[in-house]
């Protein structure tokens, strides 16, 4: 009796361990929840950090073009106060 009892003691063990043991379809649901989660913060966080970028890259262009835009039309007044004063003296000169 005593390896039968042994026996059976082991059948329940092992048994016992089998149902304690996680149920894969439950682990690969759980796992496929985690990579959704996982991909969810990576594509947040990427989408932060070129939001941040473009209102970043807006400021740089800005500045800079602000600044062309000034200096053309500064340049464009010098020559147009040039070239009237040109008129001006030729006009002066031509015969009537």
């Known amino acids: 009796m005593d390896t ?5 003691e082991r059948f329940i063990s092992r048994r016992a361990s089998q ?3 996680p149920n894969p379809d439950e682990e690969e649901e759980s796992w496929k929840a985690s990579v959704r989660k996982h991909h969810a913060l990576v594509r947040e966080e990427n989408r932060a950090a070129w939001c941040d970028y473009h209102r970043q890259q807006a400021a740089r262009h800005r500045g800079i073009l602000e ?3 000034s200096y053309h ?4 007044m010098e020559l147009g106060e040039i ?3 040109c008129l001006q ?5 031509l015969p009537r």
Do not use: F, I, P, Y
């Open 4 to 8: 039968v009892d042994a026996e059976l």
């Open 73 to 76: 039309e500064r340049r464009a």
């Open 89 to 93: 003296d030729q006009a002066g000169r």
């Open 67 to 69: 600044a062309l835009v």
């Open 19 to 21: 149902d304690s043991a």
């Open 83 to 85: 070239g009237e004063a």
